[in-house]
Each structure stands twice: as structure tokens, then as C-alpha cells.
């Protein structure tokens, strides 16, 4: 109403009918009742009995073995007929309304008939059955491709050779990839690429059956002349040519959907159909290795490795993990991987986290298969990665880092030179010591720490590193120095912390948390009292490191993670003395801040329980001297005001 009378009232100016027209009920409403239109005509879709080749598969309501097994019934009666429900079955699922009848098939072109089907479509969307959302469609998806799949499968004794069905499909398939429409070359696509796999998997079949029948030839003509049978020599001749042609007639399709569509959407404008041709290749190259494992087809992998959407350059490295985990693969990548190489190694610093932790992974599949091929520039590049934000990718490196540097391999010459009580853990961790001094970059241990902890146990073997800090080194070991005492500290507190709470430190964000359950953790925590209560590491605090503050502010953290009552329970209260002891004399011979809060802390946790509060008496001085660091640190930040 208000619109009509802005309409008849002169005086109002344009701008303000403009502005009532965009907020009037009538002009938005239309948009509501398409909504409603669309759903009621799906229930109405839904409700009615599926006619076409597209609506069954669409619906899902039959198997599609069973609609396969249909189709091929009718391709038998009337083969005409049959290829023509099928390439409705792809026009229609490509969003047409059109419909290609016999008569237009036998008159037309492919490509008048792409131009004529291409004015069916409805301009005012954009969807189509691939891209569009729910759970039918979803399902439609899958449906789709398994139908392709299947179709191939079951044609590939008789129908697959004559030389009308896949001929006539594939020319189809090849002018709808090559439309201006989105919906037609992105569907067309994914029939070929999917139609291109079934063919890899024939000729896979074709390959066996050719080996078992030379097999069967040789010895039969191995056999002595008076027990040979020739009709049987002659059958086997026969079925070997027959293989022969077979797979030449096989390798042609493949051919001409390489040629004809593939290197042509490989490198499409949108990403989903470039995605689609990257995840297809790469099953090409694992199963059928003979024919596609070679550069003039890996070089589409790695030029594509360059490609501005991380979804495709994802596929490639997908692509190229697959090939490496395959040891009888790796050795035909060689020249690829010395191309390449610079270009994967750089994708370990992707936007993308998937892409820089599948990168990151390929260059360890890498190392595994020739550790010489990757420079010390290269490695010490993804070495970094372990300090990243992302725990995905901190894994992953830390992971390649194991691989590069942790690897144990123990020779009979270091059994021997290695004393019974020492730890197969004590090289690997004093490199450890050593790479995290070297990684100048970083000072927090944690996250290191967090990188390896599902990779390599040594990060948990907290007996070897109490080992190396008090004990004397063993046969031709060297002590560790100041520095290496200190960054040995700091990755066993990072380690009992982060065993202790279960979870990664903070600022590791982008993950799942690693949560640990009550039981278990209990458990842990009463692991750690028995760790690092043993009388010749009773005194590891004091005595030897009572002067370094830096190294005693990080060790009282470990008794905060301690499950108190097991001192008591397993009569460990003289160990108990010996820490409350320890925890005193710290207090009185340091005046750091860092050193008393920790001792603060510390005893804070420790009286949380009915245990310490019982041994006050005994140590009456341990409540008065960490109550004074409140007050030390409180007098300090009243001086800095």
C-alpha cells in the first residue's frame, strides 16, 4: 500500500521510492515463495515414481548394481535406446531440463547437440545436482560416481568392445568438457576421470589375465611332444591375442580421455574440476604404474603443485604421498623428486595447514627413500616447523625431525661400548639437548617437547634423563656442560608438565585436545612421585644445582605434579622429608623472585593434601619461609612502583 501511494503522490522524489520499493513486502516475498516452490516440488519429486535414468539414481531408492544390471539389459535389447538414457543420464545431471531423443542422435552433431541442450538451462540459478546442498545430493554424488565405476565394470567382457557405447560416450563426454558451461564441464569431468579409472582397473585385469595365460602356454608347451595337446595350445594362442587386442583397444580409451579431457581441465578456471583431475591421476599412477608412472605424465603433478587454490595442490601432494609410501614406486620418482624437490619443500611454509602438514609429510617420504636428496638447508627448514602454532603441523615435523635426527640404530660396537645402566634413549636425547641449543630461534622447550611426543618415547624416559644429570658419563661419553643442563631441565619439566595435564602447551592451538582420563592420569601423576624420589636422586636439587637458580626455579615444578598421597600409601614419607627438607634450604640461600615463587607454588600444591599439613611440625620452618615469599614479592613490586 505504501508503494502505490508513493507511486501516485508527486511529491515524494525518486530516491525515496527507491528506498520504499527495496524495504516493500512484495519485493522480497517472491524470494520466500521460491524457497516454498522448490521444496514442495522435491516432496513432490519424491513422492512420484522415478522415470529416468538421472531420477533413479538421484533418489537412491534401487541399488545401483541393480540399475547397472537394468541398464545393460537394455543395452542388449536396443543398444541405440540404451545410449541414449545414458547420455541423458549425464545431461540431466549436469542441471539440464533438456532432453536428447533418437531422432536429434542420429541427425545431430555432439556439439549441436551440447549448443542446443546448453539453451535448456535455467539462468536464474546456478546450481546443479554436484555443487547443490542435503543429503540427497550428497548421496547423488557418490551414486554418480560409483555408477560410472560400475557401468565399466560390468561392460568389460562384451559391451566395453564393440566399439559404439565407450566410443560414443567418450566423444560426448569430450564436447561437454570443453563447454563454456560450468555445470557441463565440471560433471562431464568427474564421468570421465571416474570412467578413466574403471578403464585403469580393466586393463590391470587384462594384464593378470595375459601373464596367467602366457603361463599356462609355456608349460603346456614345456610338456613332451607325445603329451602336448595342441587344441589346448592353439585355445591359449587364441585367448592371448584376443587379451593382446583387448588391452591396445583398452589403452586407446585411455588415451583419448588423457588427450581429449584431461589435458584440458587439468588446468580449468575452477578449482573443483582441477581437483577432481589431480585426485584421479594419482590412482593412475599407483595402480597402473607401467603405463602412467613416468614423466610425461608426473610433470602434470608437478606443474600443478604451483596452483593458487590450496584444495589442488593438496590432491598433488595426496597424489605424491601415495607414491612414496610405495617402495617398489620410489625408485621411478627420482628425476621428478630432484625436479620438484625445492617446490615441495617450500610448501611445508603453506597458508593451508593440510597442505603444509601433507608437505611436510612427502619430504619425510622423501628422506626415507634418499636422505642425501634433501640439502641440510632443506632439512633445517622443516626442523623449524616444530615450533609452529599449529600442533598439526609441529607433529609432522616433529616427526621428520625423529626420522632425520632421533632415528636409533645401535650397532653391536655401541652395545658394547654402552654400560648396562645406561639408556638406549641417552644418545638420542643428548642430541636432543643439542638441537634444541642450536634452534636459536626458539626458547620454549614445551613445544618441542609437544612435537615429538606422540613420535619418539625418549621425550618420556625422564630415569635416562635424571641418568644424565647425575650420574657420572658412562665409556666415551663427555659430561654435559652448563648450557646443556639447563636446556636438558627445561625439556624434562616441558615433558612432566604436559604428561602430567594432558594436553598441549599454550598457544598450540588448531588441534584436537589430548585429554588424559582421571584413572590414568592419577596414575601418572603417582608414576612421577616414584620417579624422582629415589635416594640417589633425592638430593639432584640441592646438592648439586642449589646455586643455579635457573635450574632449581624449573625443577621445584615437578613436585607440583605429584600425587602427595602415594608418599604415605607406599611409605615413601622419609622421600617426602628429604623434599620439604630441600624445599627449606632453597628458600633461605635464594632471593630470586622466579626461585621463591616456584618454591611458593610448589608447596602450595603439595599442602592441597592431608599429608604435608601433618609434617609441618616436623619442619616448622618450610610454612614460615614460603609464606615470606608473598611478602619478599610483594615488598618487590611496592619498590618498582
Known sequence: MQAEQTEEDPNVDAASRKRLASTDSSVIQPAKRGRRRKNKELEHELAQEPVTLFEIIRLGRVSVQSVVDDWIESYKANREEALINLVNFIIHSSGCKGTVTLE???QMEHSDIIRKMTEEFDEESGDYPLIMAGPIYKKFRSNFCEFVTLLVRQCQYSILYDQFMVDNLISMLTGLSDSQVRAFRHTSTLAAMKLMTALVNVALNLSVNLDNTQRQH???????????????????????QEILENTEEVQQMMNNIFRGIFVHRYRDTQPEIRAICMGEIGLWMKNYSEMFLSDSYLKYVGWTLHDKMGEVRLKCLEDLEGLYCTPELVAKLELFTNRF?????????????????????????VLKFNEDILTAEDCENVYQLVYASSRAVAQAAGDFLNERLFKREETEADKIKRTKRRSLNSPLIRDLVQFFIESELHEHAAYLVDALWDVNDMVKDWDCMTELLLEEPGRGEEALD?????????IMVSAVRQAAKGHPPVGRGHSKRVGLHKPFKLKLKSALVYVFSFPSRKSFCVSKYNTDYEKVANLLEIPQHFHVEVYTTSRLEKHLDALLLQMRDIVEKHTETEVLDACAKTYECLRGTNTVPHREQKWPGIHSSTTSVRNSKGAARSSNM
Open 104 to 106: 536429434m542422435y542420429s
Open 218 to 240: 609355456d608349460a603346456e608347451r614345456a610338456k613332451q611332444t607325445s603329451k602336448r595337446a595342441s587344441e589346448r595350445i592353439e585355445m591359449l594362442l587364441a585367448k592371448r
Open 341 to 365: 624437490k625445492d617446490r615441495i619443500v617450500s610448501m611445508t611454509l603453506d597458508k593451508e595447514t593440510d597442505v603444509a602438514v601433507r608437505a611436510i609429510k612427502v619430504c619425510t617420504l
Open 482 to 490: 652448563d648450557r646443556q643442563e639447563t636446556a636438558l631441565i627445561e
